[in-house]
T-cell receptor, first 115, second 114 residues
Framework: DTEVTQTPKHLVMGMTNKKSLKCEQH?????MYWYKQKAKKPPELMFV???????INESVPSRFSPECPNSSLLNLHLHALQPEDSALYLC??????????????FGQGTRLTVV | AQSVSQHNHHVILSEAASLELGCNYS??????LFWYVQYPGQHLQLLLK??????LVKGIKGFEAEFIKSKFSFNLRKPSVQWSDTAEYFC????????????FGTGTRLLVSP
């Protein structure tokens, strides 16, 4: 199983809503990532979890709140988002954040629209 | 800070034409290099990767890339493209000291006409 599964695939939310994006992997990977991809742009790193601990926060606004309940799951809690937060949110995982030769596996993403 | 440049933003080729997509990075230390492909409506998939050793690496679907350290480049090549290669291609870099921050280039949108 080399899949990273993200739910939901599509999400429309209002600016006062609270929603969560979910990501799951069963490859035994110990690093998990959230990326944001705007239309016609490359993915941009948001957060990195290493062994279930937040190791990198790329100065992401607090209206995005990540959570890693266990080594297989990664959530992104959303609250009071703005229309400009509309994007494709990608989850990824990799085997070991300290390994010198590893690669990231990406999910299909959640396409988020904030209205 | 690391950065990755892909100079070709849009490429249009006919089937059977040869492909070369440029990628340059700015990072002084050891790097790991990747090419990812994003087919329309699909997730990012790894085409190939370079960690060390032979600078000419072969990937899936007939793609290859050459790491030229002196030029800070990692260009992607394919001798003969197919219509199914229509996709967006991203070069990406992470420091060779550990996989944490994968930095992507701006992407090249390839359109192959039948």
């Amino acid at each position: 199983d080399t899949e990273v599964t993200q739910t939901p695939k599509h999400l429309v939310m209002g600016m006062t809503n609270k929603k969560s994006l979910k990501c799951e992997q069963h490859m035994g990977h110990r690093a998990m990532y959230w990326y944001k991809q705007k239309a016609k742009k490359p993915p941009e790193l948001m957060f990195v979890y290493s062994y279930e601990k937040l190791s990198i926060n790329e100065s992401v606004p607090s209206r995005f709140s990540p959570e890693c309940p266990n080594s297989s799951l990664l959530n992104l809690h959303l609250h009071a988002l703005q229309p400009e937060d509309s994007a494709l949110y990608l989850c990824a995982s990799s085997q070991d954040p300290t390994a010198l030769d590893t690669e990231a596996f990406f999910g299909q993403g959640t396409r988020l629209t904030v209205v | 800070a690391q950065s990755v440049s892909q100079h070709n933003h849009h490429v249009i080729l006919s089937e059977a034409a040869s492909l070369e997509l440029g990628c340059n990075y700015s990072y002084g230390g050891t790097v790991n290099l990747f090419w990812y492909v994003q087919y329309p409506g699909q997730h990012l998939q790894l085409l190939l990767k370079y960690f060390s050793g032979d600078p000419l690496v072969k990937g899936i679907k007939g793609f290859e890339a050459e790491f030229i350290k002196s030029k800070f480049s990692f260009n992607l090549r394919k001798p003969s493209v197919q219509w199914s290669d229509t996709a967006e291609y991203f070069c990406a870099v992470t420091p060779g000291t550990g996989f944490q921050k994968l930095v992507f280039g701006t992407g090249t949108r390839l359109l192959v006409s039948p």
